[in-house]
């Protein structure tokens, strides 16, 4: 289904409560960070992610994130077409909200090469944009929180700063994390 562009990036039922949020102070301005942080999702987009955040989930485990962007009451899962199709509509307006789901998909992996899965974990992830402010919420929706709210967040503040330095601009400061 194509989103429409009234509902596009919006989670009409987006849960009240959350586990963890973080105020950045942009350096860039607000349509570059939106192009950042979707150009960040799409490339890790049903890859294996490495580095510091393995550390959370063991030895032999391998580390998947998806990522769909939200339409309305249903999520697209940002490929191609729907990178392309959000990218646009930045040319055209500023969102104010970009909601996303997030799974992390688990997989132990075995000596002989095959993968076994375990149990996913499924965030929400609100991100508010005004002039020189980008606040991200995140919501667990459920799995064990192998990786947990405050270390997806420092995750994706990871991706967004390094696709803003490829603009020339330098990383958004944390200016506030919230942690329960």
Same mark, same amino acid.
């Given at each position: ?80 077409? +729907? /990178?392309?199709? *959000?990218? !646009? %509509? &930045?040319? @055209?307006?500023? #969102? ?59 995750? +994706? /503040?990871?991706? *967004?700063? !390094? %696709? &803003?330095? @490829?603009?020339? #601009? ?11």
């Amino acid at each position: 289904m194509k989103p429409t562009k009234r509902s596009l990036g919006v989670y009409l039922d987006f849960p009240s409560t959350y586990n963890a949020s973080m105020l950045l102070e942009l350096n860039a301005p607000v349509d570059e960070a939106q192009r950042a942080l979707l150009n960040f999702l799409h490339n890790i987009n049903g890859r294996s992610v490495g580095g510091w955040l393995l550390n959370h989930v063991g030895q032999n485990v391998s580390v998947m994130l998806e990522f769909g962007v939200a339409e309305g009451l249903a999520f697209n899962y940002i490929n191609e077409e +729907i /990178l392309n199709l *959000l990218l !646009s %509509e &930045i040319n @055209k307006r500023i #969102f104010q909200i970009l909601d996303f789901f997030c799974v992390i998909r688990y997989y132990a992996l075995k000596n002989n090469g095959t993968r076994r899965a375990l149990r996913f974990d499924y965030y929400f992830l609100r991100v508010i944009f005004s002039r020189s402010e980008l606040e991200v919420k995140v919501s667990h929706e459920r799995g064990l929180g192998r990786i947990s709210a405050e270390d997806l967040l420092k995750f +994706i /503040l990871e991706g *967004l700063s !390094s %696709e &803003i330095a @490829k603009k020339g #601009f330098n990383m958004p400061k944390i200016r506030r994390l919230w942690l329960p």
